[in-house]
């Protein structure tokens, strides 16, 4: 650091001259986290030289002009939204705030309002950090995600991304450019526990998502962030909590279920133990929350 | 083999400017290495403190996470560039003042800015509002109770 930046007009573009890059390169969209590790000295080291002699052994490809990647738009059956869309936009978006509820609550809990005008939802993807808030909840929103290399697409669910902390099934060059979400009649809540009420790191999180038919849950997704390797999907909680009545006794059932999907380490956040007892606290909050019709804040 | 030299052109503070810069340079660096405009402050360099807080298109932003060439075309505004409607001091930076929300001032013109950016989009803005949207800015001096007051009294005289 630092590297070239090169700027790309068009994706067609970007795919037309990536070879010309070299080979060290790295995709640039809002730069909250590429751009704070390559600030962040490593131990003893000081780390950019200011005007100083640069080590240029990596180019840095400028995704955030690319109008491909930008906007929220609406199909008959989803949100189609673009990898370049900042989380202030989504935060604005009357789309997401209709049909999106869980991202809808977890986003005053992400980062500070400035790094929102900056943070893509594809950059919070591909960094692939299991306390991303927005990715958590869209995994709980039923997401899928659209990446491309050369015009070739795939797509993939959106927790099949991840494969551990900083690691995606992403292939060399290969770009986030879009996520896909249901429209569903859901509720939702996202509940962080930090170390406080706003611009922390969460010691956990859960994203619960749910459509009631009558007084029985038709359909439920929950999501975790930071209680393992990846944003964690709690499948067997999510089963049990199928087509049963929503009351505060299964949702007890659900906590102490969501315990034992978790697999929780201690770090400088918090405590694995302690982050265990949390998840069922949090989903059982979560999920009285939306029986009582209150959508979940913190 | 690449250029490490990129034409940019935006707006600065109200004036336009056309330079060579280096592609390497982070949006802070070029404010304050090139520009000279030495009010923007370097905290963390990682997002946490909110020193380096600038308006690009009117939206606050952390100028030492942000490429310099990603404000081509775009309009910046650094805590030289905010003024009071007949010049001099912006009502926010009276209201500092005033209240004596300043200590040792480094968080000041970061924290102006986030407050300024909020006031624009929410002029009746609660003392909740504000208190989020400060919520990206450190101040190890003051106890936040002053800074949060200035921006409330700031309000009236906008």
Not at chain 1, 56 to 84: C, H, P, Y
Not at chain 1, 191 to 207: C, H, M, N, Q, T
Not at chain 1, 234 to 250: D, H, P, Q, S, W
Request: overall charge positive; proline content about 5%; hydrophobic content about 40%.
């Amino acid at each position: 650091m630092p590297p070239i930046v090169v700027k790309p007009p068009t994706l067609q573009a970007l795919w037309r001259s990536l070879p010309s890059f070299g080979g060290a390169r790295r995709y640039l969209a809002g730069g909250t986290d590429l751009v704070a590790g390559a600030n962040a000295a490593p131990a003893g080291v000081k780390a950019r030289p200011k005007g100083g002699s640069f080590d240029r052994t990596e180019v840095w490809v400028d995704i955030s002009g690319l109008k491909e990647l930008r906007g929220i738009k609406e199909t008959k059956t989803s949100l189609m939204i673009g990898a370049g869309a900042k989380i202030a936009e989504l935060e604005a978006s009357p789309l997401v705030r209709r049909w999106l509820p869980v991202l809808s609550a977890a986003i005053p809990h992400f980062a500070s309002p400035s790094l929102r005008n900056m943070a893509t939802i594809g950059g919070n993807a591909a960094n692939a950090s299991p306390c991303a808030d927005a990715v958590c909840a869209l995994c709980a929103e039923k997401a899928q995600v659209l990446l491309e290399f050369k015009g070739k697409r795939r797509k993939l669910a959106l927790p099949a991304l991840f494969k551990g902390p900083k690691k995606t099934v992403l292939r060399k060059d290969e770009l986030i450019v879009a996520f896909e979400v249901p429209k569903w009649k859901h509720s939702g809540a996202y509940l962080k526990l930090g170390p406080r009420s706003y611009f922390g790191i969460s010691k956990a999180a859960v994203a619960a998502a749910l459509e009631m038919d009558g007084e029985k849950v038709r359909s439920v997704c929950i999501a975790l962030a930071s209680v393992a390797p990846v944003p964690l999907l709690a499948v067997k909680t999510a089963n049990y909590l199928c087509g049963r009545m929503l009351n505060e006794e299964n949702a007890r059932t659900a906590a102490a279920l969501v315990k034992t999907e978790v697999s929780p380490i201690t770090d400088v956040r918090s405590e694995a133990g302690y982050r265990r007892e949390m998840c069922g606290v949090l989903l059982e909050r979560a999920l009285n929350s939306i029986a009582s019709g209150v959508s979940g804040i913190n | 083999m690449l250029n490490a030299i990129f034409k940019l052109k935006c707006t600065v503070n109200g004036v336009k400017i056309e330079r060579d810069l280096d592609s390497s340079r982070t949006l802070l660096e070029f404010i304050r290495v090139d520009l000279g405009l030495k009010g923007t402050k370097e905290g963390c360099g990682e997002g946490e403190c909110g020193s380096c807080l600038v308006l690009v298109d009117g939206k606050a932003v952390n100028s030492c996470l942000m490429m310099a060439v990603q404000l081509q075309g775009r309009e910046l505004t650094t805590i030289e560039g905010l003024k009071g409607r007949e010049g001099g001091l912006h009502p926010l930076q009276k209201t500092f003042m005033e209240e004596g929300a300043v200590q040792c001032g480094f968080c000041i013109p970061g924290a102006i800015i986030a407050a300024e950016a909020l006031l624009r989009e929410n002029p009746r803005a609660t003392s909740e509002d504000i208190k989020r949207g400060l919520t990206g800015n450190f101040c190890r001096c003051t106890g936040y109770e002053k800074i949060l007051s200035a921006v409330e009294k700031s309000k009236s005289c906008r």
